[in-house]
T-cell receptor
Framework: GAGVSQSPSNKVTEKGKDVELRCDPISGHTALYWYRQSLGQGLEFLIY????????KSGLPSDRFSAERTGGSVSTLTIQRTQQEDSAVYLC????????????FGQGTRLTVV | GDSVTQMEGPVTLSEEAFLTINCTYT??????LFWYVQYPGEGLQLLLKATKADDKGSNKGFEATYRKETTSFHLEKGSVQVSDSAVYFC???????????FGKGTKLSVIP
């Protein structure tokens, strides 16, 4: 596609439920990032995929968070047993996989846990 | 580790005023430096970038110069417009890294 696509754009879920957030990166991009943006806060790095290498999971806040990337393309971020503090905008970005290169962001998924 | 520090907002300016948003960084080697902009209700967009010392990135009237000696990448615009109201993020990507490190963002409001 022309840009990074994320779905759903909005998600409201009950506390304790699991949610899956999807990201379709720009075609041909080998690098894929997930960030979280809480209200009034900056961007918090969650996880990074680069090609077939093991992902950098150093930013995942707890073991309730996991992500996978199938076939080097689409990625799914899963949050299990959601908590109210998980409410945030989850941003996905992709890049050309060049060290020092920029990333291109999707519109984000706004997650609200009630 | 790598880090980015940018001036805290919010910043409120009148239309046609001069804008400076300060950004300094800590990184080993020669990182690439970026400014991203997030308009209300939208995702982040790359505004400009610089990949080596003394490079100047520019776009839409905004400029930033990569200053290795002061480890800075300040964003400037000579005459802001209401449409420039947004949150601006300074970021870096380490020379040997794929990861992007962001500052906390600076909210700019431009009033007519």
């Amino acid at each position: 596609g022309a840009g990074v696509s994320q779905s759903p754009s909005n998600k409201v879920t009950e506390k304790g439920k699991d949610v899956e957030l999807r990201c379709d990166p720009i075609s041909g991009h080998t690098a894929l990032y997930w960030y979280r943006q809480s209200l009034g806060q900056g961007l918090e790095f969650l996880i990074y995929f680069q090609g077939n290498s093991a992902p950098d999971k150093s930013g995942l806040p707890s073991d309730r968070f996991s992500a996978e990337r199938t076939g080097g393309s689409v990625s799914t971020l899963t949050i299990q047993r959601t908590q109210q503090e998980d409410s945030a905008v989850y941003l996905c970005a992709s890049g050309g996989g060049v060290k020092g290169g920029e990333a291109f962001f999707g519109q984000g998924t706004r997650l609200t846990v009630v | 580790g790598d880090s980015v520090t940018q001036m805290e907002g919010p910043v409120t300016l009148s239309e046609e005023a001069f804008l400076t948003i300060n950004c300094t960084y800590t990184a080993t080697g020669y990182p690439s430096l970026f400014w991203y902009v997030q308009y209300p209700g939208e995702g982040l967009q790359l505004l400009l970038k610089a990949t080596k010392a003394d490079d100047k990135g520019s776009n839409k009237g905004f400029e930033a110069t990569y200053r290795k000696e002061t480890t800075s990448f300040h964003l400037e615009k000579g005459s802001v417009q209401v449409s420039d109201s947004a949150v601006y993020f300074c970021a870096l990507s380490g020379a040997g890294s794929y990861q992007l490190t962001f500052g906390k963002g600076t909210k700019l409001s431009v009033i007519p």
